[in-house]
């Protein structure tokens, strides 16, 4: 009985979190399916729409490049995720492993990074891309660059992936050197294949961030046909803003494939925040 | 083990890395330093050293302060709220549960969904005849201003962070919660504690490095919040929910003032060392970090 009661409070707490959390996402697609003759503003608010259309979804598609913002927000989380992985399993092998000069400087340097956000330096990086024209005004791919250059690595990339490589038994480093592999052929033969789960968690946590960043396009992009979705869903806010319909419905449109993804990897985005957190 | 790779090796590795780190980190690190004393007179690519000019201005300007303040009230407001509640609702889902999986999920979501989404849902919820609105008249109040009354607009776009970070937090603490020994709750019960008691008598303890990770974490994001706030209000109405990063935008990429806008950014990087040390200080001793 009292277990009876417990568990009707607990589902109880679990429901009305789940409903806070979920609760405005859909709200935003009962919006977007409602037809332009449904009163949106209607009390009470009527959650299930009373003629259900593709209709919004529809104009706006038209209206909005969103197949250009997705290709865009694609191409530059890719490119940032390739980068990241192989700079920070490089830059994370000596820091694992190897002896050498300067190897505590380094290393609190990387540390550095975590502590000063990009915000606090985000204008000399602007001058920087636009000192290397890296700016979307010189070329398309000279803005895709300067989109993905200045987050090519990031610190807790590093640190995670030397946390995975130090898991790794000695002896097999030992054997490999014994069967005449050099440095380069252990990175590459042993460390990165025995790291898969690791490179892996990596790779979809900077994916999402990487997909959702908002300040940096916003800052360097000046053609519209370059804007990421984050970038591109803003704007459609501004040029739409007084019809919810339409907004409602591209922001369904825009969350539908970082959803797919997240719920296709999930195990991944688990284990990456928790890792985060235990190995520091 | 005699060393089997030569002694320039472990640069050859950190090269690439450190040529993106220096380019885009550290040159602009201390970029901001050097520009914070100069000024973009008349010509956009020769800025003039002014000396303390950018700082004199920064300080007798009100929205400054104004800006700053909000700031703390965003620390204030969203570090307790960030620090305690995940830890409440990971103890409340660390139980083998029938479906728990689709709750956790679901209270995840928030974490994963572009943060332009989530200030435009929530911007629906809030709207002056939106569902919000509607829930206080049904139990008889007044609508609020949600975004429009400039004592909550802040407050309004504030509940939002937490909401998106609730998850995040969440799974690092499900993640500590594995290395506190069963038994010592089981003591716990037995000693007739109850839950609140057991919680505070045995989870705490053991969730300090946690706790300590979240505050630095939480107050670092705080600090720096914008995203959210561009979104929902642009920093309105009447400035009342602008926060430094906001001011600091505004000025360097709205009215390209870059030398005073780093000022600013400066003074945001010294508060965000001294909240780091005094966290760090204050419930780790030193201890962290350990990387």
Redesign the interface.
């Known amino acids: 009985m009292i277990n009876l009661t417990k568990?009707i409070v607990?589902?109880t707490?679990?429901i009305f979190?789940?409903i806070?959390?979920?609760?405005?996402?859909l709200?935003?697609i009962s919006?977007a399916f409602k037809s332009s003759t449904e009163n949106i503003?209607q009390?009470?608010?009527v959650f299930i729409p009373e003629n259900p259309t593709f209709s919004n979804f529809i104009d706006v598609w038209k209206q909005i490049p969103f197949p250009a913002y997705i290709v865009n927000s694609f191409t530059v989380s890719f490119f940032i995720v390739i980068?990241n992985l192989?700079?920070?399993s490089?830059?994370a092998?000596?820091?694992a492993r190897?002896?050498?000069k300067g190897?505590n400087f380094?290393?609190h340097?990387?540390?550095a990074?975590i502590?000063?956000?990009?915000?606090?330096?985000?204008?000399?990086?602007?001058?920087?891309v636009l000192r290397l024209n890296l700016v979307d005004s010189y070329s398309n791919i000279a803005g895709y660059i300067g989109l993905v250059?200045?987050f090519?690595?990031n610190a807790f990339g590093?640190?995670f992936l030397r946390q995975a490589f130090l898991a790794i038994p000695?002896e097999l480093?030992?054997a490999a050197?014994i069967d005449g592999c050099n440095?380069f052929d252990i990175?590459l033969k042993i460390f990165i294949p025995l790291t898969k789960p690791a490179l892996a968690t990596l790779a979809v946590f900077t994916f999402?961030g990487a997909?959702?960043e908002?300040?940096w396009p916003?800052?360097v992009l000046t053609k519209q046909e370059m804007y990421t979705?984050?970038v591109g869903?803003?704007h459609l806010?501004g040029v739409f803003s007084a019809n919810?319909r339409y907004?409602?419905a591209g922001?369904v449109i825009?969350?539908i494939p970082?959803?797919v993804f997240?719920?296709m990897l999930?195990k991944y985005?688990?284990s990456g925040?928790?890792?985060?957190?235990?190995k520091? | 083990m005699k060393n089997y790779y030569k002694s320039f090796t472990p640069y050859l590795f950190l090269i690439p890395a450190g040529v993106i780190l220096i380019v885009f980190f550290f040159v602009p690190f201390f970029e901001t330093l050097t520009l914070s004393f100069k000024s973009y007179g008349s010509d956009i690519y020769s800025p003039e050293w002014t000396g303390f000019n950018n700082y004199i201005k920064l300080i007798n300007a009100p929205i400054f302060w104004k800006t700053l303040i909000n700031t703390f009230v965003y620390l204030v407001g969203v570090v307790p709220a960030l620090v305690i509640l995940p830890l409440i609702i990971a103890i409340v889902v660390n139980r083998k549960l029938v479906g728990i999986n689709i709750f956790r999920t679901a209270i995840y979501i928030p974490v994963v969904v572009s943060i332009v989404v989530a200030g435009i849902a929530w911007k629906w919820v809030y709207a002056d005849n939106g569902i919000l609105n509607y829930f206080l008249t049904f139990i008889g109040l007044n609508k609020m201003g949600w975004l429009t009354d400039p004592d909550f607009a802040i407050f309004s776009i504030m509940f939002v962070t937490v909401w998106k970070g609730l998850g995040y937090y969440m799974v690092v603490y499900l993640a500590y919660l594995t290395t506190v020994p069963k038994d010592l709750w089981e003591a716990a019960e037995i000693d007739g504690a109850n839950t609140l008691q057991k919680h505070l008598a045995v989870t705490v303890p053991y969730m300090m490095p946690a706790i300590t990770f979240v505050t630095v974490m939480s107050s670092i994001s705080a600090m720096k919040v914008f995203v959210e706030i561009y979104v929902m209000t642009q920093g309105g109405p009447l400035n009342s929910s602008k926060t430094i990063v906001y001011y600091i935008y505004q000025r360097a990429f709205e009215n390209l003032d870059l030398g005073y806008a780093s000022s600013a950014g400066v003074v945001l990087l010294v508060i965000i060392m001294i909240i780091s040390i005094l966290n760090i200080k204050f419930l780790e001793k030193g201890k962290y970090p350990t990387m």
């Open positions: 568990n607990l589902y707490i679990l979190l789940m806070i959390s979920i609760g405005p996402f709200w935003l919006t503003f009390y009470p608010p980068l192989i700079l920070s490089l830059a092998y000596p820091l190897m002896t050498f190897k380094f290393f340097a990387v540390l990074t502590m000063i956000p990009f915000q606090v330096i985000m204008i000399p990086v602007y001058l920087m250059l200045p090519a690595v590093i640190f000695k480093e030992e050197i440095v990175w999402a997909w959702s908002f300040l916003s800052i979705l984050p869903l803003n806010q919810w907004i409602a922001a825009s969350i970082i959803l997240f719920l999930q985005f688990i925040a928790m890792q985060g957190a235990v520091e």
